[in-house]
């Protein structure tokens, strides 16, 4: 049981640095000057809405295809208890 917690915590903290870094970099970036250090510790802001597109198009695909072989996999037991 301590691993799933330790898991967890992990993933929460992961969760929290990611959420703490877009929520600089697309509210806080705007009002810089181009010219501040700061500027380089974030991609340009383009991609702001090209990288979290791409990750719910990739995350909407592996639910498809999670969904999809579930579907096949039950019809195939239909099937089968069918012939027998």
């Known amino acids: ?42 991609l340009p802001r383009e991609y702001a809405i090209k990288l979290p597109l791409l990750l719910l198009a990739i995350a909407g695909l592996g639910v498809g295809t999670f969904v999809g072989k579930v579907l096949v996999k039950n019809q195939q037991k239909k099937n089968s208890k069918k012939k027998a």
Do not use: C, H, Q, R
């Not at 691993?3 to 929460?12: F, H, Q, V, Y």
């Not at 870094?21 to 250090?37: C, G, H, K, R, S």
């Open 1 to 42: 049981m301590a691993l799933d917690k330790l898991i967890g915590l992990a993933m929460l903290a992961v969760a929290a640095v990611v959420f703490t870094y877009y929520t600089a970099w697309v509210f806080v970036l705007p009002f810089v000057d181009e010219d501040n250090i700061l500027n380089s510790f974030f």
